[in-house]
C-alpha cells in the first residue's frame, strides 16, 4: 500500500524535527523550506535548523533543571536536533551549546540523506494546497505575510506578536584578557566537560553606571506599528532591562555571583559581563543576555564601554525580529490540529512555546502524531508527568485564561510538571537544609519523567505490533 506524504512546512528547528520523526517511522515527507527563495530579516544561510539568536540549547542536566530533562526525553525518542546538538557541542559551562554552523550542515545533510525526506525549496503562499490532506505548519516566529494572514482569517484571531532580540557576536581575538578571565559560574562542569566555558568582564560600580545610562540614551530601533506589542520576559533585551530598574541587568545576565577575578581576587566585581563561545573553533563568542535593539553604531560604542572589550571587533551586532504564536490553547486540540481546520497541525514557536529545545520539541511530537494518524494509529501523547507531556498540556489546554487572549509564550518549567513530595529527611534522619530538598525533589521529578516516558514508549511499540 502507497502511504501519502505527509507535508511539513518550514525547515527550522521544530519543521525539521517534525520532518525526522516522520520519516523514521516509515511515512514519506515533503519539507517545505522557502529559503532561499524568499529570505528573511534573521536568517543568514539556506540551511535547515540554522540558528539566528543564541547558540545555547540551555541546561543539559536532568536531575537539575526542566530543560535538560526535556533534553533526555528528546533523545529518548530519537531527536535530530539532540543528535546533531549533541555531535557538534562546544564549551559551555553547565549547558549545552553549539557550533551553530556544524549544527545546522549536519541536520541539513542528514534530511537530505533520507530516503522518506523530499525538500522543496518554495515558499507556501496562503493556506497549504487543499489536496495536501496531512500538514504540519511550523513557520516559527519569521512566518510568511501570506501563511500569516490566511491562518488568521481561518481561525478569526487577532494576532499575538512580540520581538525577539539577537545577541551581538564577538571575535575572540579583540576581548582583552588581560582584563577578562576564563570561567563558568561556581566552575561547574558542563556536558563537555569544561569549568571555564566562559569570558567573563567585570565592572565596578561606577562602570556599571556609566553603561546603564548609556543603554537608558542609546538610539533604539523603533518599530512604531508595534509599539503596542509587549516583550517575552525570558528575551528582554539588555536595555529595556535597565528601562525596568537600573538593578534588573545586575541581578539577571550581568549577576556576578559566583564567580572570582583572576587577575584580582580579592576584589569583588560589580556586575560581569559573559561571552559564550559560539563555534567549534572558539573564534567567535556571544554576549550572553545581551539581545539588543540599539541601533548599530551606538551598540559598537557602549558594548565597547565593558571592560575587556574597549577594542572589541564584532561578527555580528544584534538585531530584532517579530514572532508571531497563536492563541494555542483555544485554536488547537490535544495533537496539536487547528480545530478550524484538523488537516492543519502546528509546530514550534508559532504554537506559543520559547526557546529552541521546546520549538523542537513541539515539532518531535507534531511529527509523531502526523506519523501515527498516517499509519492508523493512535496519536497518544506522552504523560503529563514528562517534560514532553507537560509542554503540550500546556499549550494546547493547561492555561486556565486562554478564552481571555492572556495566552503567553512559555519555556519548560518544573511549574508545568505535577507536583511530587520531595524527601524532608536524610539516610541520617536529619532535616535537609531547603537546598537540598530542591534538588532532590527535582532528581525525583527527573527519573519519574524518565520512567514514565520509557513505559510510554514501550506500551506504544506494543499497540502498534498488535495493530
Given at each position: 500500500?502507497?502511504?501519502?506524504?505527509v507535508?511539513?512546512?518550514?525547515?527550522?528547528?521544530?519543521?525539521?524535527?517534525?520532518?525526522?520523526?516522520?520519516?523514521?517511522?516509515?511515512?514519506?515527507?515533503?519539507?517545505?523550506?522557502?529559503?532561499?527563495?524568499?529570505?528573511?530579516?534573521?536568517?543568514?544561510?539556506?540551511?535547515?535548523?540554522?540558528?539566528?539568536?543564541?547558540?545555547?540549547?540551555?541546561?543539559?542536566?536532568?536531575?537539575?533543571?526542566?530543560?535538560?530533562?526535556?533534553?533526555?526525553?528528546?533523545?529518548?525518542?530519537?531527536?535530530?536536533?539532540?543528535?546533531?546538538?549533541?555531535?557538534?557541542?562546544?564549551?559551555?559551562?553547565?549547558?549545552?551549546?553549539?557550533?551553530?554552523?556544524?549544527?545546522?550542515?549536519?541536520?541539513?545533510?542528514?534530511?537530505?540523506?533520507?530516503?522518506l525526506?523530499?525538500?522543496?525549496?518554495?515558499?507556501?503562499?496562503?493556506?497549504?494546497?487543499?489536496?495536501?490532506?496531512?500538514?504540519?505548519?511550523?513557520?516559527?516566529?519569521?512566518?510568511?505575510?501570506?501563511?500569516?494572514?490566511?491562518?488568521?482569517?481561518?481561525?478569526?484571531?487577532?494576532?499575538?506578536?512580540?520581538?525577539?532580540?539577537?545577541?551581538?557576536?564577538?571575535?575572540?581575538?579583540?576581548?582583552?584578557?588581560?582584563?577578562?578571565?576564563?570561567?563558568s559560574?561556581?566552575?561547574?562542569?558542563?556536558?563537555?566537560?569544561?569549568?571555564?566555558?566562559?569570558?567573563?568582564?567585570?565592572?565596578?560600580?561606577?562602570?556599571?553606571?556609566?553603561?546603564?545610562?548609556?543603554?537608558?540614551?542609546g538610539?533604539?530601533?523603533?518599530?512604531?506599528?508595534?509599539?503596542?506589542?509587549?516583550?517575552?520576559?525570558?528575551?528582554?533585551p539588555?536595555?529595556?532591562?535597565?528601562?525596568?530598574?537600573?538593578?534588573?541587568?545586575?541581578?539577571?545576565?550581568?549577576?556576578?555571583?559566583?564567580?572570582?577575578?583572576?587577575?584580582?581576587?580579592?576584589?569583588?566585581?560589580?556586575?560581569?559581563?559573559?561571552?559564550?563561545?559560539?563555534?567549534?573553533?572558539?573564534?567567535?563568542?556571544?554576549?550572553?543576555?545581551?539581545?539588543?535593539?540599539?541601533?548599530?553604531?551606538?551598540?559598537?560604542?557602549?558594548?565597547?564601554?565593558?571592560?575587556?572589550?574597549?577594542?572589541?571587533?564584532?561578527?555580528?551586532?544584534?538585531?530584532l525580529?517579530?514572532?508571531?504564536?497563536?492563541?494555542?490553547?483555544?485554536?488547537?486540540?490535544?495533537?496539536?490540529?487547528?480545530?478550524?481546520?484538523p488537516?492543519?497541525?502546528?509546530?514550534?514557536?508559532?504554537?506559543?512555546?520559547?526557546?529552541?529545545?521546546?520549538?523542537?520539541?513541539?515539532?518531535?511530537?507534531a511529527?509523531?502524531?502526523?506519523?501515527?494518524?498516517?499509519?492508523?494509529?493512535?496519536?497518544?501523547?506522552?504523560?503529563?508527568?514528562?517534560?514532553?507531556?507537560?509542554?503540550?498540556?500546556?499549550?494546547?489546554?493547561?492555561?486556565?485564561?486562554?478564552?481571555?487572549?492572556?495566552?503567553?509564550?512559555?519555556?519548560i518549567?518544573?511549574?508545568?510538571?505535577?507536583?511530587?513530595?520531595?524527601?524532608?529527611?536524610?539516610?541520617?534522619?536529619?532535616?535537609?537544609?531547603?537546598?537540598?530538598?530542591?534538588?532532590?525533589?527535582?532528581?525525583?521529578?527527573?527519573?519519574r519523567?524518565?520512567?514514565?516516558?520509557?513505559?510510554?514508549?514501550?506500551?506504544?511499540?506494543?499497540?502498534?505490533?498488535?495493530?
Open positions: 500500500m502507497t502511504v501519502k506524504p507535508h511539513v512546512v518550514g525547515g527550522g528547528l521544530a519543521g525539521s524535527e517534525a520532518a525526522w520523526q516522520i520519516a523514521e517511522a516509515g511515512v514519506p515527507v515533503v519539507l517545505h523550506e522557502m529559503r532561499p527563495v524568499r529570505g528573511t530579516d534573521a536568517h543568514q544561510t539556506d540551511r535547515l535548523a540554522e540558528l539566528v539568536c543564541s547558540n545555547s540549547f540551555r541546561a543539559d542536566d536532568w536531575t537539575g533543571n526542566a530543560v535538560g530533562l526535556l533534553h533526555a526525553e528528546m533523545r529518548a525518542l530519537g531527536s535530530i536536533i539532540m543528535s546533531c546538538g549533541d555531535a557538534h557541542q562546544v564549551p559551555a559551562g553547565g549547558a549545552l551549546a553549539v557550533d551553530r554552523d556544524g549544527f545546522a550542515e549536519a541536520v541539513t545533510a542528514r534530511l537530505e540523506a533520507h530516503p525526506v523530499t525538500i522543496a525549496r518554495e515558499e507556501v503562499a496562503g493556506l497549504p494546497d487543499a489536496a495536501w490532506d496531512s500538514v504540519i505548519v511550523a513557520t516559527g516566529p519569521l512566518t510568511s505575510p501570506a501563511l500569516s494572514d490566511a491562518i488568521l482569517k481561518l481561525t478569526g484571531e487577532g494576532e499575538l506578536s512580540f520581538f525577539d532580540a539577537i545577541a551581538p557576536i564577538v571575535n575572540f581575538d579583540s576581548v582583552d584578557m588581560d582584563v577578562a578571565w576564563r570561567q559560574r561556581y566552575d561547574k562542569e558542563g556536558p563537555g566537560g569544561d569549568a571555564a566555558a566562559y569570558i567573563n568582564c567585570p565592572m565596578d560600580r561606577d562602570q556599571y553606571e556609566a553603561f546603564i545610562d548609556a543603554l537608558l540614551a538610539p533604539k530601533s523603533e518599530f512604531k506599528d508595534w509599539e503596542h506589542v509587549p516583550y517575552f520576559d525570558g528575551c528582554l539588555i536595555e529595556v532591562m535597565a528601562e525596568r530598574g537600573r538593578e534588573t541587568p545586575r541581578h539577571g545576565p550581568m549577576k556576578p555571583v559566583g564567580l572570582t577575578n583572576e587577575h584580582d581576587p580579592q576584589t569583588k566585581a560589580w556586575a560581569v559581563v559573559q561571552l559564550r563561545q559560539d563555534n567549534a573553533l572558539g573564534t567567535l563568542w556571544n554576549m550572553v543576555g545581551f539581545q539588543t535593539k540599539l541601533k548599530h553604531a551606538a551598540q559598537t560604542e557602549i558594548f565597547r564601554m565593558i571592560p575587556g572589550l574597549e577594542k572589541a571587533v564584532f561578527a555580528r551586532l544584534g538585531g525580529h517579530r514572532n508571531t504564536f497563536l492563541n494555542s490553547p483555544k485554536l488547537l486540540d490535544g495533537s496539536l490540529r487547528l480545530k478550524a481546520d488537516r492543519l497541525r502546528f509546530a514550534g514557536q508559532v504554537t506559543g512555546v520559547e526557546g529552541y529545545v521546546e520549538s523542537a520539541a513541539v515539532g518531535l511530537l511529527g509523531r502524531f502526523a506519523a501515527a494518524e498516517r499509519l492508523g494509529q493512535a496519536a497518544t501523547p506522552p504523560p503529563a508527568t514528562t517534560a514532553l507531556g507537560a509542554l503540550i498540556g500546556h499549550i494546547t489546554g493547561g492555561h486556565i485564561d486562554a478564552g481571555k487572549g492572556s495566552f503567553q509564550p512559555m519555556n518549567n518544573y511549574g508545568l510538571l505535577p507536583p511530587i513530595e520531595g524527601p524532608r529527611h536524610g539516610d541520617d534522619g536529619k532535616r535537609l537544609p531547603h537546598k537540598e530538598r530542591g534538588r532532590a525533589k527535582k532528581r525525583l521529578v527527573g527519573e519523567a524518565l520512567a514514565d516516558l520509557d513505559a510510554w514508549i514501550a506500551g506504544a511499540k506494543t499497540l502498534e505490533a498488535a495493530e
